[in-house]
Nanobody, 121 residues
Framework: QVQFVESGGGLVQPGGSLRLSCAAS????????MAWYRQAPGKERETVAR????????NYADSVKGRFTIARDNYKRMVYLQMNSLKPEDTAVYFC??????????????WGQGTQVTVSS
């Protein structure tokens, strides 16, 4: 059974940093592109960042480019999102998921519970 467990969220002041973690299980992680998504209250879920199977290709939404960094450790079955220079508009629930491949940002599996990130002074 595929499972994602996201963690690392919290309350942070504008300009602060957080590191999110995603523990993935139930599928062959090393063969999968992975992505982070977020959903703010009242808004649709959006893609934040994507990473290729072995981490050689990184893609970011324009809204987070230069501030967020996606990484992975296939041996530990983990995907990470380092978030710096956080802004109030980054407030959302963050999720991870596998994507279909290099030409897709669409998630493949059911969602985990996500982790709440709140940026506020």
């Amino acid at each position: 059974q595929v499972q994602f467990v996201e963690s690392g969220g919290g309350l942070v002041q504008p300009g602060g940093s957080l590191r999110l973690s995603c523990a993935a299980s139930g599928f062959t992680l090393s063969q999968s592109y992975m992505a982070w998504y977020r959903q703010a209250p009242g808004k649709e879920r959006e893609t934040v960042a994507r990473i290729s199977s072995f981490g050689q290709i990184l893609n970011y939404a324009d809204s987070v480019k230069g501030r967020f960094t996606i990484a992975r450790d296939n041996y530990k079955r983990m995907v990470y999102l380092q978030m710096n220079s956080l802004k109030p508009e980054d407030t959302a629930v963050y999720f991870c998921n596998a994507v279909a491949g290099r030409n897709s940002w669409s998630p493949i599996y059911s969602w985990g519970q996500g982790t709440q990130v709140t940026v506020s002074s």
